[in-house]
């Protein structure tokens, strides 16, 4: 069992800059594909970012360039560096682990492990 704890949500400005981050216990960390997932009041769950295990990333179209997704096998974290926050990214932010790496990185039912998620409001 991998447990998925996030951290580093908050209320900040439209322009502001946040870090997320997602510390997962359990020795197979490194093999697992990561995945940041949003979720706003009314939509679907949906992909932000996605890392494979040698680091290979993925991104939403409306998050591309402005926010960065980064492992630490060694720590066993996961981080999402989010820039330039608009209104509109507020959301829950969940952490996902996908122990057989699948490849299917934007289907949320891809992946066996989810945090508790972390709120984010971004204020314009």
């Known amino acids: 069992q991998v447990q998925l704890v996030e951290s580093g949500g908050g209320l900040v400005q439209a322009g502001d800059s946040l870090r997320l981050s997602c510390a997962a216990s359990g020795r197979t960390f490194s093999s697992y594909a990561m995945g940041w997932f949003r979720q706003a009041p009314g939509k679907e769950r949906e992909l932000v970012a996605a890392?494979?295990?040698?680091?290979?990333?993925v991104y939403a179209a409306s998050v591309k360039g402005r926010f960065g997704i980064s492992r630490d096998n060694a720590k066993l974290t996961v981080y999402l560096q989010m820039n330039r926050l608009k209104p509109e990214d507020t959301a829950v932010y969940f952490c996902?682990?996908?122990?057989?790496?699948?490849?299917?990185?934007?289907?949320?039912?891809?992946?066996?492990?989810w945090g508790q998620g972390t709120q984010v409001t971004v204020s314009s």
């Open positions: 996902a682990a996908d122990r057989d790496s699948s490849g299917q990185y934007r289907d949320p039912t891809t992946y066996d492990y």
């Open positions: 890392i494979t295990s040698p680091g290979g990333t």
